[in-house]
């Protein structure tokens, strides 16, 4: 019996038990997919929990907001992919070691690209959030040439991560603003992309919008939103009316899942019954 989960909070509107029971459905593969909900500062229930994974109890695990941090010291060994971006999203044991690996830089770099043709002529970004989603997307970007600006509520955090993701990224650079009106207008001019990685927008505050209303899209830039639910972002569709070409995060959930699931199972994931699974709750359109 494969026993798999994810730990976050809040998770009830989480999509991953519908991914992964369709993929062990359509590999025949006997096994379950739970929830277990840790409260963001309940260290002692998400040690308890690394440990039922140790024991052999659970087969292996996803890790979400706010936990892609929070479990590493909890962990034996990470990946060399995670140990750069210093965050987790799956977990799994291997001869007696706890591993975490991070699948959520291999998903966006992934379904990225279905936002270009070719590349701008001046790869410049702005990255809006600092968590762990935040860190797998800022080290795609450097590692793949872009200039990254990074506008974040909590300043601290986000210089930790710059710091730490230009060594790791082989020496990019990654410039800090505060995420307010003045400083994302005074970014925007030159933006060939925009993305949101914090998890504003997402259901069930799907009113609310990390781009500030006041400031104008760059004319030519396109729109990642990492939410995913509900099916278009306020964010993708105020984009999509301003003439800028928008994608929310269905693809990179879907490819994300798919790794995770070939590193617990050993199977080749059946990524069409996985997109199926969810297309009609939370499709890009």
Known sequence: MIRLGLTGYPLAHSLSPRLHMAALTACGLEGEYRLYPVAPDDKQALQALTARLRSGELTGLNVTLPHKQNVLPFLDEL?????????????????????????????????????????????????????????????VLLRDGWEVTVAALLLDQAEALAE????????????????????????????????????????????????????????????????????????????????????????????????????WTGTSAPRAAMFASVEEICCVT
């Open 79 to 139: 990946t060399p992919e995670a140990r750069a971006i210093g965050a987790v999203n799956t977990l799994y044991l291997r001869k007696g070691r706890l591993i975490g690996h991070n699948t959520d830089a291999a998903g966006f770099r992934a379904d990225m690209g279905r936002l270009f043709v070719c590349p701008p002529p001046e790869k410049r970004a702005l990255v809006i959030g600092s968590g762990g989603g935040a860190r797998a997307v800022v080290y």
């Open 164 to 263: 730490s993701l230009g060594r790791a990224a082989g020496g990019g650079s990654v410039r800090v603003i505060p995420a307010e009106t003045g400083a994302i207008r005074a970014a925007a001019s030159s933006l060939a992309l925009i993305v949101n990685a914090s998890p504003v927008g997402m259901t069930p505050h799907h009113q609310a919008m990390p781009w500030p209303e006041e400031a104008p899209f760059p004319p030519g830039a396109a729109v990642y939103d990492l939410v995913y639910h509900p099916r278009e972002t306020r964010l993708a569709r105020a984009a999509r009316r301003a003439g800028l070409k928008a994608l929310t995060g269905l693809g990179m959930l879907v490819e994300q899942a798919a790794l995770a699931f070939e590193c």
